[in-house]
């Protein structure tokens, strides 16, 4: 049975701090690894992640994939309140594309 | 706004009716999934199709639920005799199936079941 496990699970951090969320998994047949960001409302795509080692960057957040760890990062430097939200790691199956969601990182940013 | 519409937004119904969920995906798009959300969990897969073809069904999560995509082009989720334990957030995503796994996602139907 595939395997998601984020965390920490939830996080309070100070607008300016830098988080690391974490995302360990088993999955048969891995193919990619895709990161979304859902506040109240559905999920909006961040990152997808399909070599070891390449990090993928959109302004203040960055990622990257260990295949060999079966593990992945997702970085916020200078965190901002709308940054509050939570964060879903989901690895996917090679030829369905079915991704298989963790339970999320809830972050939330005090001013 | 990704694009992805579904409809209705919520959904209050009493237990033993049916529902039935609507979905519009981003009109290139062939790949179509549903999921269902509750409080504290990701969304956990149900079906997807491809086109009109439902390539996984073994995930619903019973003979009450199902799914159809006539003319590949919108979807629609039901289930039949509802019960208590079926109030979550029903997701639907579309992608293209040429070697891309994002997803984007509607805004869900919120059902509650009394």
Redesign the interface.
């Known amino acids: 049975e595939d395997k998601?496990v984020q965390s920490p699970l939830s996080l309070v951090v100070h607008e300016g701090d830098t988080v690391t969320l974490n995302c360990s998994y088993e999955v048969t047949n891995f193919?990619?690894l895709?990161w979304?960001k859902q506040e109240k409302?559905?999920?909006?795509?961040l990152f997808?992640l399909t070599s070891s080692g390449i990090e993928k960057k959109s302004g203040r957040l960055s990622s990257i994939l260990d295949k060999k760890e079966l593990s992945s990062i997702l970085n916020i430097t200078a965190t901002q309140t709308g940054d509050s939200a939570i964060y879903?790691c989901?690895p996917?199956h090679g030829g369905?594309?079915?991704?298989?969601?963790?339970?999320?990182t809830s972050l939330i940013v005090h001013p | 706004d990704?694009g992805v519409s579904q409809d209705p937004r919520h959904k209050i119904t009493k237990r033993g009716q049916n529902v039935t969920f609507r979905c519009d995906p981003i009109s290139e798009h062939n790949?179509l999934?549903w999921?269902r959300q509750t409080l504290?969990?990701?969304?956990?897969?149900l079906t997807?199709f491809q086109n009109e073809a439902q390539?996984?069904k073994s995930r619903l999560l019973s003979d009450r639920f199902s799914a159809e995509r006539p003319k590949g082009s919108f979807s629609t989720l039901e289930i039949q005799r509802t019960e208590q334990g079926d109030s979550a957030m029903y997701?639907c995503a579309s992608?293209l199936?040429s070697g891309?796994?994002?997803?984007?996602?509607?805004?869900?139907t919120r059902l509650t079941v009394l």
């Open positions: 998601v193919r990619s895709l979304y409302k559905a999920p909006t795509f997808m879903l989901a996917s369905s594309y079915i991704p298989t969601f963790g339970r999320g | 990704t790949r999934y999921y504290g969990q990701g969304p956990e897969f997807y390539l996984e997701l992608s199936s891309t796994d994002t997803q984007y996602f509607g805004p869900g």
